[in-house]
């Protein structure tokens, strides 16, 4: 697993972690932001057009007005995959029934990784697809996709399994913001994560405030 990248990412310029527990105020929006026109932009999540475990196409506009929590694996992954899947199914549990939170999980490994088995895949984990979509798509576009979540994935013949990967998890708000990020093989990681996650939720669909009537 290759966490110099990202380390470097995270504590130069404006990152800052959201999974360091005790931070008053929102989260913030991690990455870099620059000024246009006077008003400042951050970064955001690309467009993207990948095929989901049930041959249905997934889209930017599938997590419209959502949260989700993304990451990168592959099914044949012998080191941590097994480990983050377990946590990732431990979020899947806990938001289940909390339809403004999604899951998107990029297949890495797109020769191996079919529609057909990323299926066998989901159906093994018990998910549901409306909830948790298992995705492949063009080498270059899921590499590239890591990059934008500000997470490592590459081909490495002398890696296990032939990838060099990380393990993180990733939350992105309504806006395309990556707000967090955690170890994806670290429990108690992913459980100062769901702090994150509940914190976030209250951020973006706070109840309006009543009109104050003079």
């Given at each position: 697993?290759?966490?110099?990248?990202?380390?470097?990412?995270?504590?130069?310029?404006?990152?800052?972690?959201?999974?360091?527990g005790g931070?008053?105020?929102?989260?913030?929006?991690l990455g870099?932001?620059y000024?246009?026109?006077?008003?400042t932009?951050?970064h955001?999540i690309a467009?993207?057009?990948?095929?989901?475990q049930d041959s249905?196409w997934?889209?930017?506009?599938?997590?419209q007005?959502?949260?989700?929590?993304?990451?990168?694996f592959?099914?044949?992954?012998?080191?941590i995959c097994?480990?983050?899947?377990?946590?990732?199914?431990?979020l899947?549990?806990?938001?289940?029934?909390?339809?403004?939170?999604?899951?998107?999980?990029?297949s890495?490994?797109?020769?191996?990784?079919?529609?057909?088995?990323?299926?066998?895949?989901a159906?093994?984990?018990?998910?549901?697809?409306?909830?948790?979509?298992?995705?492949?798509g063009l080498h270059?576009?899921?590499?590239?996709?890591?990059?934008?979540y500000?997470?490592?994935a590459?081909?490495?013949?002398?890696?296990?399994?032939?990838?060099?990967?990380?393990g993180l998890?990733?939350?992105?708000?309504a806006?395309?913001?990556?707000?967090?990020?955690c170890?994806?093989t670290?429990?108690?990681?992913?459980?100062?994560?769901?702090?994150?996650?509940d914190?976030?939720?209250?951020?973006?669909?706070?109840?309006?405030?009543?009109?104050?009537?003079n």
């Amino acid at each position: 697993m290759n966490q110099l990248r990202l380390f470097i990412l995270l504590v130069t310029g404006p990152f800052l972690s959201a999974c360091e527990g005790g931070q008053e105020g929102p989260l913030p929006v991690l990455g870099n932001k620059y000024t246009v026109g006077g008003d400042t932009v951050f970064h955001e999540i690309a467009d993207f057009r990948f095929v989901n475990q049930d041959s249905q196409w997934v889209t930017n506009a599938t997590f419209q007005d959502k949260v989700y929590l993304a990451d990168f694996f592959f099914t044949s992954c012998p080191t941590i995959c097994p480990k983050v899947k377990k946590q990732m199914l431990r979020l899947y549990n806990k938001y289940e029934q909390d339809s403004r939170v999604l899951l998107l999980s990029h297949s890495i490994d797109v020769r191996r990784d079919t529609v057909g088995h990323l299926r066998r895949y989901a159906s093994n984990l018990g998910v549901k697809t409306e909830k948790w979509h298992f995705v492949t798509g063009l080498h270059d576009e899921i590499y590239e996709m890591a990059d934008d979540y500000f997470s490592t994935a590459k081909v490495d013949a002398e890696a296990p399994g032939g990838f060099d990967h990380s393990g993180l998890i990733i939350l992105v708000d309504a806006n395309r913001h990556v707000r967090a990020y955690c170890d994806g093989t670290d429990a108690a990681s992913v459980g100062q994560f769901m702090e994150d996650i509940d914190k976030l939720l209250r951020e973006e669909y706070a109840p309006a405030l009543d009109p104050i009537v003079n």
